[in-house]
C-alpha cells in the first residue's frame, strides 16, 4: 500500500512538472511572436454620442432592460473589437507582476462540457449549476484549466477577467470601461429602438451563440461550438464594430440594480453586456442575446464566457459640437464698436508747434 500510495504521488508530481514545462515552452514562444510585427487589432471608433433610448419594450424581460427610457451619452470613441489574448499578454509582458482575480481565487468556472475528463476528476468542484464548474487553475492564459493553452488563440477574446482585471488593463491603456449608455450606444449604430445591431430581423452567421439542446448538445450551426475568434464574423453594425453581441459577455461601469429589492440592500455588482456563447437568440436557454440585454455579476466574478472592451473620453469632439450647433442670427446687425478717444504724444505736439512757428515766419518775410 506504501509503495502505491508513492508512485501515485510521484505520478502526479511528473504529471504537474511537464504540464509546467509544456507551459513554459508554449510562453516563450507566444512571447517571441508578439515581440515581432503582431497586429494586436487595438483600432478603437469614434462615436459622436447623442440622444438615444436604453432598453426594450419587452415587459417579460427581469433584468432591468424594461422599460425604455431616453439618455443622452458625450462624444466617446470605443474599441472595435473586445480585448484579445496578444493584447493582455502584451500588458502581463509589462505588468509581470499582477496577478488577475482568478489566479487569486486558484479557479474559474468552465462549462464543464469543455473540461477534460482527467481535470473533472482531479481539478474541479461542481456548483448549485450542473453545467458550470469550479476549475483549478482555469485563468487567463488557461482557459479550460490545466493541460490548456492559448497559444493557438491570440485573437480571441480574452476570458476569466473580473471587474478589476478589466479596471486595471483600461487604465493602463489610458482608457477606460465604457458605461451601460455608451455600449448600447456604440452597438446600435446609427440604428435606435431595434433588437439587433444590423436592425430587428434575426440573421444567421452574424455572431456565436448556442444552437440546440443546452447544456449537452450544441450543433454549432454559426461554425463554433466554444468561444471563436473576434474577427470570425462580420462588422455588426454600419459603425464597423464587431463582437458586440454573441461569444463573450463584456464588463461596463455601471452600477447593477435589482428592479424590486431596495437600492441600499444589494451588493455590489456591475453591468455586463452582449450575451455570449452559451446564450440563444429567443432565450430558450440562459439569457436572449439582443442590443439592450443586461447581466449583474459581483466584481470579482469571472468565467469562460466573460471579457471586455475598452473605451475613451473624447473632450476635443465635443467642443467641435457645440461649435457646430452654435446658431448665429444673421439678419441682426454687428454691434459697432466704440472707437476710444485719440491720443496724442508728447513728441507729436513738439512737431506740431515747430511746424506752425515756421509757417509764422515765412509769412513775416512775405510781408516785409
Not at 217 to 238: C, I, M, R, T, Y
Request: charged share 30%; net charge positive.
Amino acid at each position: 500500500m506504501a509503495a502505491r500510495r508513492v508512485m501515485w504521488i510521484f505520478s502526479i508530481f511528473i504529471y504537474i512538472l511537464i504540464l509546467r514545462l509544456s507551459n513554459c515552452f508554449r510562453s516563450f514562444q507566444v512571447d517571441e511572436l508578439l515581440k515581432g510585427h503582431y497586429d494586436f487589432k487595438d483600432v478603437m471608433k469614434q462615436q459622436l454620442g447623442g440622444k438615444f433610448t436604453v432598453g426594450i419594450n419587452d415587459p417579460k424581460s427581469y433584468t432591468g432592460e424594461y422599460p425604455v427610457r431616453g439618455t443622452e451619452v458625450r462624444p466617446f470613441y470605443m474599441d472595435v473589437y473586445p480585448v484579445t489574448v496578444a493584447q493582455f499578454w502584451k500588458f502581463k509582458m509589462h505588468k509581470k507582476y499582477f496577478i488577475t482575480s482568478a489566479e487569486k481565487k486558484g479557479y474559474s468556472w468552465v462549462l464543464a462540457n469543455h473540461v477534460s475528463d482527467h481535470v473533472k476528476k482531479r481539478w474541479s468542484a461542481e456548483s448549485a449549476d450542473p453545467w458550470w464548474l469550479a476549475v483549478k487553475g482555469a485563468q487567463w492564459d488557461r482557459p479550460e484549466g490545466p493541460g490548456t493553452h492559448v497559444r493557438d488563440r491570440l485573437d480571441y477574446p480574452l476570458v476569466h477577467v473580473s471587474y478589476r482585471d478589466a479596471k486595471a488593463y483600461c487604465m493602463w491603456m489610458g482608457k477606460r470601461l465604457p458605461t451601460e449608455e455608451e455600449w448600447e450606444f456604440a452597438a446600435r449604430g446609427q440604428l435606435r429602438g431595434v433588437q439587433y445591431p444590423w436592425g430587428d430581423r434575426y440573421k444567421k452567421l452574424r455572431m456565436n451563440v448556442w444552437h440546440g439542446k443546452f447544456p449537452d448538445e450544441d450543433k454549432g450551426h454559426d461554425g463554433w461550438k466554444s468561444l471563436s475568434p473576434v474577427d470570425a464574423f462580420p462588422a455588426q453594425n454600419n459603425q464597423s464594430m464587431f463582437d458586440m453581441l454573441g461569444n463573450v459577455w463584456e464588463w461596463t461601469s455601471t452600477r447593477y440594480y435589482e428592479r424590486v429589492v431596495d437600492r441600499k440592500l444589494q451588493d455590489l455588482k456591475y453591468v455586463l453586456k452582449g450575451g455570449s456563447y452559451m446564450d440563444t437568440r429567443d432565450g430558450s436557454y440562459n439569457y436572449v442575446v439582443r442590443t439592450a440585454n443586461r447581466m449583474g455579476q459581483e466584481p470579482t466574478y469571472s468565467a469562460h464566457n466573460v471579457g471586455f472592451r475598452c473605451a475613451a473620453s473624447a473632450p476635443h469632439l465635443m467642443e467641435d459640437l457645440r461649435r457646430k450647433n452654435t446658431k448665429y442670427d444673421r439678419t441682426t446687425p454687428a454691434p459697432k464698436r466704440k472707437r476710444g478717444p485719440v491720443l496724442h504724444r508728447k513728441p507729436d505736439l513738439n512737431k506740431t508747434t515747430k511746424r506752425k512757428a515756421d509757417r509764422e515766419k515765412i509769412l513775416r518775410k512775405e510781408e516785409l
